[in-house]
């Protein structure tokens, strides 16, 4: 394939991952975005990708007339260059689309659910890198082991499934379209109630995504989530099922850290195989396996992916440790789901024992935080203190604010004392005020929250006043 290639949305992860691997590919590539930010803005300026913050139909003339528009899941359906796109018979396709013509010859894996995705498919992306079978991947964040949020590989082509829509013609979710050899599914409750009402509809693709896998594929399903293992039951090909409760297939067992690694083991086929992982938590352990057995699967060497989870540096902003400043530990994590908020806290407390932690969130989008809301009571059970800003509504710009942080801090009153702030500088000023050492600053954020993290330890190296 080559020509000139027009990318709407290029500044999110996966569709800026396609331009880069376009590129790379003898395309000649631009595109749009609105309200784009850092890293994936610099990383195609440094690239020397063409692209422009604004949606615009003269977008689609100002670098030439583009032989393809692709356009990614964040285009609304009122976006004015799609429409133009659309209007002047220009081919489109989605970026899922984009990517399935560029892997249609290879061996295809989706890694789904509602929590774990990016980490779970960048993991099973390093062990295959480490075995040498050059895997391609597409995920929704860098692999800080790999670079990147895709490469097209030679190897296996690992795939972040989102649930989310594909484009503005095709409300389906994006995993529905890969239809992979393999693919596991993590955990499944309800997200995205913008676009799934109600757990059943949110259910659905995921029965579909099992019932249509093919006769000789592989589902991996977490067993220590009745929804996912559910899905068994709807799905004609293998099963694998892996967890912690009785007749997993794949039985993980223990969970301490040492040594900045936690140590499990994984029990299968009568074989038992001890694990040392970077991450921590019992969710990590778990979204570790699902990636062994995914590899396994491809025909990796067992014990070389084992290996790999002792080097694995993961993908960017989960659970990264950026640093440490005074006795001070800063970690910034994307956690923006009550479910994910509460994870990744344990993980903190079982990496950093007797710590104090303090938990700085953002809550993203007023439809999830509505609607979830009342998840907010326990899912800062295991914090000291929590620092909440203000809601990112994300793709809900502009729509009416129907809740607030502040409806967040009263459930999560019981759990620690809370403080709202209306911005990040008046958190890091917070922050500054009450941090000491031995405490762990736990930066939970889709958004990032005007890169408070960095913020944060840059703050914490300046002199401090108290």
């Known amino acids: 394939m080559s020509g000139h290639v027009h990318f709407l949305g290029i500044c ?17 590539v631009s595109g749009s975005d609105d309200q784009a930010y850092p890293p994936t803005t610099d990383i195609l300026t440094a690239a020397g990708v063409d692209w422009v913050d604004g949606s615009d139909a003269a ?13 990614g899941n964040q285009t609304r359906a009122g976006n004015p260059e799609w429409l133009a796109a659309r209007d002047r018979g220009l081919p489109l396709c989605s970026e899922i689309e984009f990517y399935l ?31 040498g079978m050059d895997p391609g991947f597409r995920l929704g964040s860098t692999s800080l082991d790999l670079g ?10 690992v795939f972040e499934g989102d649930e989310y829509t594909t484009a503005p013609w095709d409300s389906r979710p994006k995993f529905l379209h890969i239809k992979p050899a393999a693919a596991c599914v993590t955990r499944l409750e309800l997200d995205h109630p913008d676009v799934y009402p109600t757990l059943d509809a949110y259910r659905a693709p995921f029965i579909e995504l099992a019932q249509s896998m093919p006769a000789g594929g592989l589902l991996v399903l977490c067993a220590d989530d009745p929804e996912c293992a559910a899905l068994a039951a709807h799905a004609e090909c293998r099963v694998i099922t892996y967890g912690s409760v009785p007749g997993a297939g794949w039985r993980v067992d223990g969970g301490a850290d040492r040594d900045g690694l936690q140590h499990f083991t994984v029990t299968h086929d ?20 699902a990636a062994l057995i995914l590899a396994a699967d491809t025909g990796a060497p067992l014990q070389a992916c084992v290996a790999a989870c002792a080097t694995f540096s993961g993908p960017a902003r989960r659970f990264e440790v950026l640093g440490e400043v005074g006795g001070i530990t800063v970690v910034d994590d994307y956690a923006h789901h009550p479910t994910e908020v509460e994870v990744t806290i344990a993980a ?6 007797g710590a104090r932690i303090i938990a700085i969130h953002t809550p993203h989008t007023y439809s999830r935080t509505r609607t979830l809301i009342d998840e907010y009571e326990h899912s800062f059970s295991g914090a000291d203190l929590i620092v909440l800003g203000p809601i990112e509504a994300a793709r809900e710009r502009g729509m009416e604010a129907t809740v607030s942080s502040h409806d ?13 702030v209306d911005s990040s500088a008046e958190a890091i000023g ?3 005020r009450l941090s000491r050492p031995g405490d762990v600053l736990l930066v939970l954020s889709l958004g990032g929250f005007d890169k408070i993290a960095n913020r944060l330890v840059t703050a914490l190296e300046a002199p401090r006043v108290r």
Request: net charge positive; hydrophobic share 45%.
């Open 270 to 289: 009568g074989r038992t195989d001890a694990v040392a992982l970077t991450f921590p938590g019992r969710h990590s352990a778990l979204n570790a396996t």
């Open 12 to 28: 999110g992860y996966a569709v800026s991952g396609a331009a880069l691997v376009a590129r790379e590919q003898g395309w000649r």
């Open 101 to 131: 013509r560029l892997t249609a010859d290879r061996h295809r894996i989706a890694v789904c659910g509602t929590h774990g995705k990016t980490t779970t498919s960048s993991l099973l992306a390093h062990m295959l890198d480490a075995c």
């Open 348 to 353: 903190a407390r079982q990496r950093y024992p």
């Open 408 to 420: 967040v801090a009263a459930r999560a009153a019981a759990t620690a004392p809370v403080h709202v």
């Open 430 to 432: 917070l922050i500054e």
């Open 148 to 157: 990147g949020s895709a490469r097209l590989g030679t190897g296996p082509f």
């Open 59 to 71: 977008n689609l003339e100002r670098w030439g007339v583009p032989d393809l528009v692709v356009v």
